[in-house]
């Protein structure tokens, strides 16, 4: 998530770049430009676990709307035009530039395109877990509105932190008029994924049933999103601690270029395991004598409770 202004990034530099005078250059560049590669094989990285996962919902989700499945493609379009854009920041940095202080007044087009693409995705990632959170409180004006009013705040503080990084003069005056402002936008950040975290794992528990494979398959979904909500949330909080503590160096860039897609993997781990737990409700059960509930609904000729189960399950977790 695309949380960090242009000028407070650009101050972060100059500062680094006049550390090799006054301290050993080793440690200098450790900080700065190892903090940029490091951050740019993670971002890599995850990049291929998202192109993977975005693969492997195209093979299983055939039942998804087209609507859907283009908001899928285009989250890994911009995860990829991301990942291209941070890969050219940081050899514009660390080769074409090396050592130009100069060259930090006028920032890089790709540092400030990766940071629009960023925040582009987020706020689509983000959009889509409200519409989730919709479907399981049953159009539940409330609990959504928070979440929503949350995720808007972040994708405004955003567009703030953008075009002021785009407007002169640079990094010099952004720390007297918003100084407040990046931290801001990165606790509200942290808010708005917690909580849509928190808010799924609890509608989640309200939908269990007296049917107990059913109530297996909630606990884990309830699980899942608990977990990859909680390293999204932790991915931020590492963010907000490493930029308050380490202003002058590039350790937070690391957690910067990798916390958007962190939260685009959450969502797509997320649509592939539908299919695993459909398997898993459909799977009988060996050595189990069935339930008072699975007999009185065959002593009246109802649909076995799975099915309709599965299709409350499929409606809670399907696309646009």
Same mark, same amino acid.
């Given at each position: 998530?695309?949380?960090?202004?242009?000028?407070?990034?650009?101050?972060?530099?100059?500062?680094?770049?006049?550390?090799?005078?006054?301290?050993?250059?080793?440690?200098?560049?450790?900080?700065?430009?190892?903090?940029?590669?490091?951050?740019?094989?993670?971002?890599?990285? =995850?990049?291929?676990?998202?192109?993977?996962?975005?693969?492997?919902?195209?093979?299983?989700?055939?039942?998804?709307?087209?609507?859907?499945?283009? =908001?899928?493609?285009?989250?890994?379009?911009?995860?990829?035009?991301?990942?291209?854009?941070?890969?050219?920041?940081?050899?514009?940095?660390?080769?074409?530039?090396?050592?130009?202080?100069?060259?930090?007044?006028?920032?890089?087009?790709?540092?400030?395109?990766?940071?629009?693409?960023?925040?582009? *995705?987020? &706020?689509?990632?983000? *959009?889509?877990?409200?519409?989730?959170?919709?479907?399981?409180?049953?159009?539940?004006?409330?609990?959504? *509105?928070?979440?929503?009013?949350?995720?808007?705040?972040?994708?405004?503080?955003?567009?703030?932190?953008?075009?002021?990084?785009?407007?002169?003069?640079?990094?010099?005056?952004?720390?007297?008029?918003?100084?407040?402002?990046?931290?801001?936008?990165?606790?509200?950040?942290?808010? &708005?994924?917690?909580?849509?975290?928190?808010?799924?794992?609890?509608?989640?528990?309200?939908?269990?049933?007296?049917?107990?494979?059913?109530?297996?398959?909630?606990?884990? =979904?309830?699980?899942?999103?608990?977990?990859?909500?909680?390293?999204?949330?932790?991915?931020? =909080?590492?963010?907000?601690?490493?930029?308050?503590?380490?202003?002058?160096?590039?350790?937070?860039?690391?957690?910067?270029?990798?916390?958007?897609?962190?939260?685009?993997?959450?969502?797509?781990?997320?649509?592939?395991?539908?299919?695993?737990?459909?398997?898993?409700?459909?799977?009988?059960? &060996?050595?189990?004598?069935?339930? &008072?509930?699975?007999?009185?609904?065959?002593?009246? *000729?109802?649909?076995?409770?799975?099915?309709?189960?599965?299709?409350?399950?499929?409606?809670?977790?399907?696309?646009?």
């Amino acid at each position: 998530m695309e949380i960090i202004s242009l000028p407070f990034f650009l101050h972060a530099l100059y500062m680094a770049s006049l550390t090799p005078r006054l301290s050993s250059p080793s440690l200098a560049l450790g900080d700065t430009y190892g903090s940029l590669l490091i951050g740019n094989i993670l971002a890599a990285w =995850l990049y291929g676990f998202s192109t993977l996962q975005t693969y492997i919902y195209y093979d299983r989700s055939r039942g998804d709307s087209l609507i859907f499945k283009g =908001l899928v493609g285009t989250l890994w379009t911009l995860d990829t035009l991301h990942t291209i854009l941070i890969s050219h920041v940081v050899y514009t940095f660390a080769i074409t530039d090396y050592g130009n202080v100069l060259s930090l007044v006028k920032p890089e087009w790709s540092f400030i395109a990766q940071g629009v693409v960023s925040s582009i *995705g987020d &706020a689509i990632v983000r *959009g889509v877990f409200c519409y989730r959170i919709w479907t399981l409180s049953h159009s539940n004006l409330v609990i959504t *509105g928070l979440n929503v009013v949350c995720s808007v705040a972040v994708l405004c503080q955003d567009i703030i932190l953008w075009v002021h990084g785009i407007s002169p003069p640079p990094y010099l005056s952004f720390d007297i008029v918003y100084p407040w402002l990046p931290y801001s936008t990165l606790a509200t950040s942290l808010v &708005a994924d917690a909580l849509i975290a928190a808010t799924m794992a609890l509608l989640l528990a309200r939908s269990q049933s007296h049917f107990r494979k059913i109530n297996n398959v909630v606990r884990t =979904l309830i699980m899942h999103r608990v977990s990859t909500g909680a390293i999204a949330a932790l991915w931020v =909080l590492a963010f907000l601690i490493t930029y308050a503590a380490l202003p002058k160096s590039f350790v937070f860039v690391a957690f910067k270029f990798t916390a958007s897609k962190l939260l685009l993997n959450s969502l797509l781990a997320m649509l592939n395991s539908r299919h695993l737990l459909r398997e898993q409700l459909l799977a009988p059960e &060996a050595n189990v004598l069935p339930s &008072a509930a699975d007999t009185r609904f065959k002593s009246v *000729g109802a649909r076995n409770p799975n099915d309709s189960e599965i299709m409350t399950l499929e409606s809670h977790h399907q696309g646009l």
